[in-house]
């Protein structure tokens, strides 16, 4: 009888954990439902009483506008172009002081490439002249 009482006691305790628990959820989720309602009520009435004015002002407000967007975006790209003009100069300055900046690795090898293809090209294009001039000369 003694092992009965404490799984009953349990069971108690879950159960009242259960009924907070949903209590809770139910709370929450019907203010949020509220809150919601009360949003949606005043949008709609604000669009209501918004639309009138919006109509009136309309051929002053969409050119104040598309001025102020192209504005803002000149302000954003001047700045993204300032920003990434500084960051460039300054990782050109660590590459030529030997700070050895983020890339330079592969910049290095690139350039390396491209001096032994140029020097490949230059050896290829001096052989093909003498091939020609042989040519020439065995043709005359």
Known sequence: MSQIQ???HE????????VAKTTTAVTVGGSL?????????????GLV????LLV??????????ITIFMIMGGLLAATAFGATATFVFYWMYRYT??????GADKLDYARDRLAH????IK???????HQAQQQVKTST
Do not use: W, Y
């Not at 439902?33 to 009435?45: N, P, Q, R, Y």
């Open 6 to 8: 404490p799984a009953r």
């Open 11 to 18: 069971q108690n305790q879950q159960l009242s954990r259960q």
């Open 33 to 45: 439902m509220v809150l919601s309602g009360l949003t949606l009520a005043v949008t709609v009435i």
């Open 49 to 52: 009483v918004a639309t009138p």
């Open 56 to 65: 009136i002002f309309s051929p002053v407000l969409v050119p104040a506008a």
């Open 97 to 102: 002081t030997g700070k050895h900046p983020i």
């Open 117 to 120: 293809a140029a020097h490949d």
């Open 123 to 129: 050896e290829k294009a001096e052989q093909l002249g």
